[in-house]
Every structure is written in structure tokens, then in C-alpha cells.
T-cell receptor, first 116, second 117 residues
Framework: KAGVTQTPRYLIKTRGQQVTLSCSPISGHRSVSWYQQTPGQGLQFLFEYFSETQRNKGNFPGRFSGRQFSNSRSEMNVSTLELGDSALYLC???????????????FGPGTRLTVL | AQTVTQSQPEMSVQEAETVTLSCTYDTSESNYYLFWYKQPPSRQMILVIRQEAYKQQNATENRFSVNFQKAAKSFSLKISDSQLGDTAMYFCAFMIRNNNAGNMLTFGGGTRLMVKP
């Protein structure tokens, strides 16, 4: 079974531009979560989508948005890029939430975004 | 809100020896899960071990085991017989146990472990 895939793997943008990152979860996984990883702030939760609905959202400005399609693939978008948005963006998928949660998250390789 | 703290930014251990990584957390929740994830250099993050807070028995996975102290809000990871492939960043993470809580993980800052030959 194929793992979580993310495209593109590397991206360079300039301030003020917008960017869209894509994540394809493991087949059968309906939950997709996004995390931002930076040296200064560590790993921070952005949002989670389940069955095309945003279920949780982290403490990020409205410039960060996402969506999930009917095939569970997810995209996240960052508008009006700032230098501080440079980070590794990780996507994670997991099986349908069972009673009580605690589902293992399977992570993709990440998209390295550099904002100049 | 939950917080997770890893007080050891870097550690090293000789191959075949045992090392313990520390993690403390703060939460007002009574039901939750704790995880250790491993992120090898330039490779994907993978789950090492999971602990359900309502279970008193410490979780073990082969050479990996945890010491879960719920009252102290402590969750340390012990790696026995360290191998070169254990070199990685290790993240402690917390997840609320709740049907509506989804799969949101709160991570600690990580511990960089170097296994030396």
C-alpha cells in the first residue's frame, strides 16, 4: 500500500505570492491533518479534514486555508506569503476516527517551502 | 490547552547502550493518548509507541518502552540496545481521547538523538 504523498516536495516563492500544497493520503484513510514544522516553533497543528469537512483548526491566521476532496486528497493554501511562512509542511493521514480517537498518524515526506 | 515539554534538546548514546528521553505534559483532560514519534534525518516521521492514559500498564514495542507516570504527567521513552538506525529527532505528542476531538496532535519541541558507533 502506497504511503502518504505530498507534492511538490520543494517550493520557492516570494513574499506576497500564494501557494497551494497537495497531499494524497493512504488509500482508505479519510482523515488528513496538516502541520507546520519550523526550527523556532517546532511542529504546530494547522488543521484536520475528515470527509471533506474541517474538524479542527490550529492557531494560524486566515491566510492559511485548506480543503479536502471526495477522494480524501487534501490541499492547503497560503495566501500573501510572508518570510515567516518558510517551513516544512507535513501532511498526515489516519483511518476513520474510532470511538475515542487515538488513531495513528501516517506522515508524508513534507513540502519544503522557502519564501524569499 | 495542552502543552508538551521535552527538556533535552540533544542526547547521545553509544551503540548497544540504553537511553531515556524525557517528556512532560500539562493538561486538564483525564482521557488522552500519548505518543512518541521518530523523524530520521531527511526521512518521514513514524510512530514509535503509543500509550493510552487510562491504561496503567506501560506500553512496549520491541526495544522501545515507556515509563508513564500519570500523576506526575510524565512520559519518558527508553530505548534499549541502541542501534545506529535509532539516530533521529524524537517527538513526544499528546492527543485528547474524545469522539469529537479528531486527530489533533500537540507536539513537544523534540530531542535529537545521536547513536554513536
Amino acid at each position: 500500500k502506497a504511503g502518504v504523498t505530498q507534492t511538490p516536495r520543494y517550493l520557492i516563492k516570494t513574499r506576497g505570492q500564494q501557494v497551494t500544497l497537495s497531499c494524497s493520503p493512504i488509500s482508505g484513510h479519510r482523515s488528513v491533518s496538516w502541520y507546520q514544522q519550523t526550527p523556532g516553533q517546532g511542529l504546530q497543528f494547522l488543521f484536520e479534514y475528515f470527509s471533506e469537512t474541517q474538524r479542527n483548526k490550529g492557531n494560524f491566521p486566515g491566510r492559511f486555508s485548506g480543503r479536502q476532496f471526495s477522494n480524501s486528497r487534501s490541499e492547503m493554501n497560503v495566501s500573501t506569503l510572508e518570510l515567516g511562512d518558510s517551513a516544512l509542511y507535513l501532511c498526515a493521514s489516519s483511518l476513520t476516527l474510532l470511538a475515542g480517537g487515538g488513531n495513528e498518524q501516517f506522515f508524508g515526506p513534507g513540502t519544503r517551502l522557502t519564501v524569499l | 490547552a495542552q502543552t508538551v515539554t521535552q527538556s533535552q534538546p540533544e542526547m547521545s548514546v553509544q551503540e548497544a547502550e540504553t537511553v531515556t528521553l524525557s517528556c512532560t505534559y500539562d493538561t486538564s483532560e483525564s482521557n488522552y493518548y500519548l505518543f512518541w514519534y521518530k523523524q530520521p534525518p531527511s526521512r518521514q516521521m513514524i510512530l514509535v509507541i503509543r500509550q493510552e492514559a487510562y491504561k496503567q500498564q506501560n506500553a512496549t514495542e520491541n526495544r522501545f518502552s515507556v515509563n508513564f507516570q500519570k500523576a506526575a504527567k510524565s512520559f519518558s521513552l527508553k530505548i534499549s540496545d541502541s542501534q545506529l538506525g535509532d539516530t533521529a529527532m524524537y517527538f513526544c505528542a499528546f492527543m485528547i481521547r474524545n469522539n469529537n476531538a479528531g486527530n489533533m496532535l500537540t507536539f513537544g519541541g523534540g530531542t535529537r538523538l545521536m547513536v554513536k558507533p
